[in-house]
């Protein structure tokens, strides 16, 4: 975190992180991904509290750390516009609503889980679900100036990972190792 340079912005609360969070929280159906869209409205264009470009780059940082993607941008985005206490609270306004939900669905959840209504309820959310995740992939593809000669990466890691079952874990070590790659052979031109 010490890469992330929090920007302190004094005039957003705690709570109104802990507030934006929550709601983000209770209302996002497909887990972490799903929540990008959501924070990027809130968090970048409606209250303008982190430019475009730091959102794709606390995005990244997210998805190749550690736990749970959900709470990992909460940190991150909570960190840079709070510090830590805003890391604190942002994170548990994105996890205390799932939280809560997931122990009242679990404790009825026996009564209800074979019911037919229940059953195709939970079949209808499954296109929105794959839409929530499609919209901010192609939106930081553009972003992050995708271009023809570099638009076979994701394709090729995602062919990997799905046909030949390679783990997202050697594909990440292998973006690593490239992207320090590419750096050293640009600077070595740039000289």
């Not at 929090?6 to 929550?22: D, G, H, P, R, Y």
């Not at 209302?27 to 982190?50: H, N, Q, S, W």
């Not at 973006?175 to 000289?191: M, Q, S, T, V």
């Amino acid at each position: 975190m010490k890469n992330i340079k929090k920007q302190e912005n004094s005039t957003v609360s705690i709570m109104e992180l802990f507030l934006i969070f929550a709601k983000i929280g209770a209302f996002t159906i497909g887990g972490g991904y799903a929540m990008i869209p959501l924070i990027e409205d809130e968090i970048v264009k409606r209250k303008k509290y982190i430019s475009p470009d730091d959102f794709i780059d606390l995005l990244a940082v997210a998805q190749s750390s550690p736990g749970i993607f959900a709470a990992n941008i909460a940190i991150f985005v909570g960190y840079k516009i709070r510090g830590f206490k805003g890391s604190l609270f942002s994170t548990l306004g994105a996890v205390l609503p799932s939280f809560l939900i997931i122990l009242i669905i679990a404790i009825f959840f026996k009564s209800f889980k074979d019911n037919p209504n229940v059953v195709k309820v939970f079949k209808g959310l499954r296109p929105g679900v794959v839409a929530l995740i499609a919209v901010p992939t192609f939106n930081m593809a553009r972003r992050v100036n995708l271009t023809w000669t570099n638009f076979w990466i994701p394709i090729v890691s995602a062919f990997l990972i799905w046909w030949f079952g390679v783990s997202p874990i050697y594909i990440i070590l292998a973006a690593g190792l490239g992207g320090i790659f590419y750096g050293y052979i640009e600077r070595r031109n740039k000289k």
